[in-house]
């Protein structure tokens, strides 16, 4: 199993994350790792039946969409001669 480093933590989460470690009587790391995975699999989750296009879109029309501006064609180039 992987590993991570959180670096920079204020220090009144870390007092609010080892008051409740120590509610629940585990270490920190434990309780953080329990919170991240409530939290994480409450999220929302794209299923593998999803594809790119929709997934883009479910972020994206909640704001009312975005505007891309489509480039003007240009000539098609000449192909190079290896005479």
């Not at 994206?60 to 001669?81: D, K």
């Amino acid at each position: 199993m992987d590993s991570i480093t959180i670096r920079n933590i204020d220090d009144k989460l870390k007092e609010r994350l080892q008051a409740r470690a120590a509610v629940h009587g585990q270490s920190m790391e434990d309780e953080a790792r329990d919170i991240l995975r409530d939290v994480l699999q409450q999220g929302v989750s794209i299923s593998a039946s999803t594809n790119l296009y929709e997934a883009i879109r479910r972020v994206v029309e909640p704001l009312s969409g975005i505007e891309i501006g489509i480039p003007a064609r240009e000539p098609i180039r000449e192909a190079p001669r290896f005479e």
